[in-house]
């Protein structure tokens, strides 16, 4: 790879602290951008301490990262920082049209005054909505569901807008969903590993068959590193595991490994909205930038259960902060 300078931003979230530690296992030293909101925390990234560099900075705020950029003069960006929690853009939709779509637009304003390289915008599946039968492709149309999926689809579509006005040079990844150590425990994986180790019931929307396709962490962040490698800018990427499982089947797996019993899942109402089914067709990266997920789903859990229950503490600790961040008592979120 050309010597480059890397800056991430959302580097102390689930996935971008991921791809922090691959960079400086590969002896790169990042620029890490966050805001440390309730969801960053910078302690995912204790075994690399010292070995990236670190600015405390909310993404819309225009001048101080328009001064970071032209300090540090980055070539190279991989932007994860976003509002990410689907049941809280149902609540409040507006942090996550704030941050994922303003805070998108000042980091690649300040990316165009600094003459930047290569712009790598991580998206989401989410922004193609659902589907009963078959894939979608990187040219299928978007049809988000959720305000955050919206604020996310809108991203990208500001994004294609700089490509084609500016010739801004991006490259938009969209990863299924991931899993892995370190994940916030208000989503599914790591809230029901949490529930399970204290024999608690475990929520489950509707009947559990809506159906997701699961992305190890570490699969998610070398595909993405396979990407910066080779990715064509103002090219799409869709980035997923071909793992596509039932709800259901996901927590039933999750409760063998950790021996429960399958009585501990109880259904709750659903979430509004909710999409049926994601299935992305990934052979494009596979395809361009040589990439496959090496992890399985069922080594993948197991790796993951294991984590956590190694660090249990930290665990509790954020999931003891959860029912600060969700006061609406008529949303049923099963903490
Ligand atoms: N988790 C998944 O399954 C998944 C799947 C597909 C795509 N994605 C996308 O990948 C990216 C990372 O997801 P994640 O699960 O790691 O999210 P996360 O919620 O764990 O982390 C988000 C990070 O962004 C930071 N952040 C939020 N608002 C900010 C702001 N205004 N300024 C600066 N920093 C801010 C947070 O402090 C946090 O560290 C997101 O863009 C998300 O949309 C996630």
Redesign the pocket.
């Known amino acids: 790879m050309v010597k480059q300078t890397i800056l991430i ?9 991921a791809f922090v530690r691959l960079l400086v296992r590969k002896n790169i030293r990042p620029i890490v ?5 309730y ?3 910078l302690g995912r990234l204790d075994q690399v301490k010292g070995r990236f560099t670190f600015h405390k ?4 705020d225009k001048k101080k990262v328009k001064g970071i950029f032209k300090k540090a003069r980055p070539t190279l960006i991989v ?7 689907v049941d809280r853009s149902i609540i409040d939709a507006q ?1 996550f049209l ?3 779509i303003e ?1 998108t637009q000042v980091l690649m304003d300040a990316a165009r005054q600094v003459g930047i390289k290569k712009f790598l915008h ?5 922004v193609y909505g659902d589907t009963r039968r078959g894939s979608f492709i990187e040219d299928s149309p978007l049809r988000p569901s959720s305000p ?1 999926a919206a604020s ?1 689809a809108a991203a990208d579509l500001l994004i294609k807008s700089y490509m084609r006005t500016y010739g801004f040079p991006a490259i938009i990844i ?6 892995g150590p370190w ?2 425990p208000e ?1 599914l994986i790591p809230l029901a590993i949490l529930k399970a180790s204290r024999r608690e019931e475990i929520p489950l929307y509707a009947d559990g068959k809506n159906m997701r396709e699961w ?1 190890y962490v570490e699969d998610c962040v070398e595909g993405i590193l396979s990407v910066v490698k080779r990715g064509k800018n103002g090219q799409v990427y869709n980035l997923g595991s071909n793992e596509e499982r039932q709800n259901i089947e996901l927590v039933r797996m999750l409760l063998e490994i950790m021996g429960r019993p399958k009585t501990l899942i109880k259904f709750v109402k659903d979430r509004p909205g909710h999409d049926t089914r994601y299935y992305l067709d990934s052979s494009k990266v596979r395809r361009d930038c040589g990439w496959q997920p090496k992890i399985t789903l069922k080594t993948g859990l197991k790796l993951t259960v294991r984590s956590y229950l190694e660090n249990k503490s930290w665990l509790l600790n954020k999931h003891r902060r959860i029912a600060a961040l969700y006061t609406d008592r008529s949303y049923n979120y099963g903490f």
């Open positions: 931003t959302g580097g102390a979230g689930f996935i971008g602290s951008l966050d805001k440390i909101t969801a960053g925390d900075v909310d993404i819309c932007h994860f920082a976003a509002e990410s929690h942090a704030r941050t994922n805070g991580i998206s989401t599946d989410e955050y996310k969209r990863p299924s969903n991931n899993y994940q916030y989503k992305l």
